[in-house]
């Protein structure tokens, strides 16, 4: 499987767990995940604030950051303390808000995006969708 799972936060979640997801969005979009690079780093919050002010420039960390490179690749960095306080802070599953982000982030590199109301719409119904079927 393309999928490349770097745990530098040491989180205890499962890279099983990661990939079903993923198959999941791969499968509802109707895209062949064997034609994809998909490389997903877990990270504490500092390693998502140093990379979000490099190529956002933003000074603190994201829960959720993606890249997309070509020939159908990305990277999807997660950070996950953020996700921990964000999950708290919503009264919401660890489990269930990150997998939530992941398909956000992988959503952003199969070419979802946000920038118009008819863009975001189209992205949040199928983003919906997806965690509801989660």
Avoid at 81 to 87: D, L, Q
Wanted: net charge positive.
């Amino acid at each position: 499987m393309p999928i490349l799972i770097n745990n530098l936060y040491g989180s205890r979640i499962s890279s099983s767990f990661i990939k079903k997801d993923c198959q999941k969005v791969f499968g509802k979009t109707k895209k062949k995940l064997s034609a994809w690079q998909i490389s997903i780093a877990l990270v504490g919050s500092q390693e998502s604030k140093k990379i979000n002010q490099k190529y956002r420039n933003k000074n603190k960390p994201a829960t959720v950051l993606s890249f997309v490179y070509p020939k159908k690749s990305g990277e999807i960095i997660l950070a996950i303390p953020e996700i921990k306080k964000r999950s708290k802070a919503e009264k919401r599953n660890f489990a269930d808000v990150f997998s939530h982000l992941l398909i956000h982030g992988l959503l952003h590199i199969l070419g979802y995006c946000h920038d118009s109301r008819q863009s975001a719409r189209k992205m949040e119904e199928l983003e919906k969708s997806l965690v509801k079927d989660l």
